[in-house]
């Protein structure tokens, strides 16, 4: 018995079928809250749901590679703070700077080729804090973490206009009580005052980053842009890190950073807040 096989080659989708949903995954480094804290960053990555589920594998199977636990950069930098990375870094021994090194550029590297774009803000808090009241520090609430989330929904919005201005966008925020709830606040006022945060922001969920890859890839991103302004205030001169550069891919997409000529500029002026700050 013959078999015949049939087969074509695969048309490429009308523009009208692209309808899905796009979302953006963030997290956080440093508090507003902890006096300590001189800096706080809210970022992570907008892609489109087919993306992230592409992402997702290649993460898992990057972990997988390293045998090591979810990536969060604070427990990587210092593994003394983390029982699960402390083994990974006695494992390692004197190799541990070399391979932790080659690790974070491996999954720097799948960032880096993905079809995802970065958003987010690191604030100065505080020189925030000193700056007098004005209508941009009203326009914020106040809150340098509100500032960055504000930004992280506009320019999230912005970076998908260029292929799509209509589609539903979710956002996915790290489940920490502090941010999350200032959030959680603030879409809704974002949408109370912006139609097009209104018209295009569908939902805002809570998640724990140990299950998702994208939250993971927040983490590097805020720890990095965070650490990136702390260097640049002792050095306004200094060069970006090699990791810093593969997660906003040569600085092409990368987050605001709020240093104190920015703040004192949109401190003296007008601002209402209705687009990406870039």
Known sequence: MRVSWNYSMPESPEPEEFLAAFYIYVDDSGKFSNQKDDYTSLCGYIAHVSEWN???????????????????????????RDPAWDAIRLKWGKDWDAKRSLMLSDFS??????????????????????????????????DPLSLAFHQVVMCGIKA??????????????????????????????????????????????????????????????????????????MNPEHSPSELWLSLTRMGITQPLLYRPAVLDMLSAGSYDGSTCDD
């Open 109 to 142: 590297a799948i960032i880096c080729r993905s079809a995802i774009v970065a958003v987010g803000a690191v604030v100065d808090v505080a020189y925030f804090r000193s700056l007098p009241d004005s209508e941009f520090k009203r326009a914020v609430k106040a």
């Open 160 to 233: 998908t206009e260029i292929i799509d201005k209509h589609s539903p966008i979710g956002i996915v925020v790290d489940d920490d009580r502090e941010s999350s709830l200032s959030c959680y606040k603030r879409i809704h006022e974002l949408k109370q005052t912006f139609p097009n945060v209104r018209e295009r922001i569908s939902d805002i969920t809570f998640a724990n980053d140990v299950a998702y890859p994208a939250l993971q890839a927040a983490d590097m991103l805020a720890y990095e842009s965070r650490k990136l302004m702390i260097e640049r205030k």
């Open 54 to 80: 592409a992402f997702s594998v290649e993460w898992h199977s990057c972990l997988f590679r390293w045998q090591v636990p979810y990536i969060h950069m604070a427990a990587i930098m210092f593994p003394d």
